[in-house]
């Protein structure tokens, strides 16, 4: 269909493409709740790589361990950390939309920046947890 | 004649894409799982940074902690397939590289869960 031939000065007209529209809440909140989702994707591979190594005795746990802890590591965990808390929250908010809830104009950009709010209290609060030495509590 | 569909597909209640809302449920349904399970996984990989396997292989050895483990995994790797494919058939309209992308997405699937499943299977035996 994109390549009909078009008489010059009869143009067709165009749908309005992603490039013209002014960047709102509720969709850079969309865009990141996919793009989030397709890390998550990635991230699956950190989980079974996790419980593979764990199986694998101490000297596999170990060899997850120094990769994990590399400054490349870390920044791959909080990405991690930060996509798995917004895409929860926002998974939330989809939930609720589902059922008929916060379709409100105001309600859903409020929404919507509370979640990128909250994802990343959550996601630096995290590693602040860790870092401050509160975590492994499971011990 | 009152309809176009077959009486099959009358009682079925499919329209031409074949699947119905199946799909769409199915990734309602693992995400509301989800919100429980990831919000448990959260608080078991925090509570296990910072200690040593055999803290996490005493964690995992409680019958409940492995089986919320495998739950996670194994819908984690469902509900990731159903959302790959969504944004598969958005973006992606060559039909050989769709059917490419399904093929893989699928395969993935069936790997990851397979992969964290055996993997838990190998630590509960060696517990």
């Known amino acids: 269909m994109a390549d009909t031939p078009q008489k010059p000065g009869h143009e067709r007209p165009l749908s309005p493409h992603l490039s013209i529209y002014r960047w709102q809440v509720t969709m850079l909140a969309s865009i990141t709740h996919r793009a989030t989702g397709v890390a998550l994707a990635f991230g699956t591979l950190v989980l079974a790589w996790w419980l593979v190594s764990i199986s694998n005795g101490p000297e596999g746990y170990e060899r997850f361990m120094s990769v994990a802890t590399t400054p490349l590591g870390v920044l791959v965990l909080f990405g991690f950390a930060w996509s798995l808390a917004f895409h929860l929250l926002n998974g939330i908010r989809h939930l609720a939309w589902d059922l008929g809830y916060g379709f409100n104009k105001v309600t859903a950009t409020q929404t919507g920046s509370l979640v990128y709010v909250l994802s990343l209290v959550l996601a630096i609060g995290a590693f602040a947890f860790v870092w401050t030495g509160h975590a492994g509590y499971l011990q | ?127």
């Open chain 2, 1 to 127: 004649m009152s309809s176009l569909q077959t009486p099959l597909h009358q009682v079925q209640g499919l329209g031409a894409a074949h699947s119905g809302t199946g799909h769409f449920w199915r990734q309602r349904i693992t995400a509301l799982a989800l919100v429980p399970l990831g919000l448990w996984f959260a608080f078991a990989v925090l509570g296990l940074i910072d200690t040593n396997e055999v803290a996490i292989l005493s964690f995992l050895s409680h019958w409940w902690n492995a089986l919320l483990m495998a739950a996670f995994a194994t819908i984690m790797f469902y509900h990731m397939s159903l959302g790959l494919q969504v944004v598969t058939d958005d973006y992606v309209h060559g039909a050989g590289m769709r059917i490419f992308l399904l093929l893989l997405i699928r395969f993935a699937w069936i790997a990851g869960t397979s992969t964290c499943l055996f993997a838990l299977i190998r630590i509960a035996a060696s517990t």
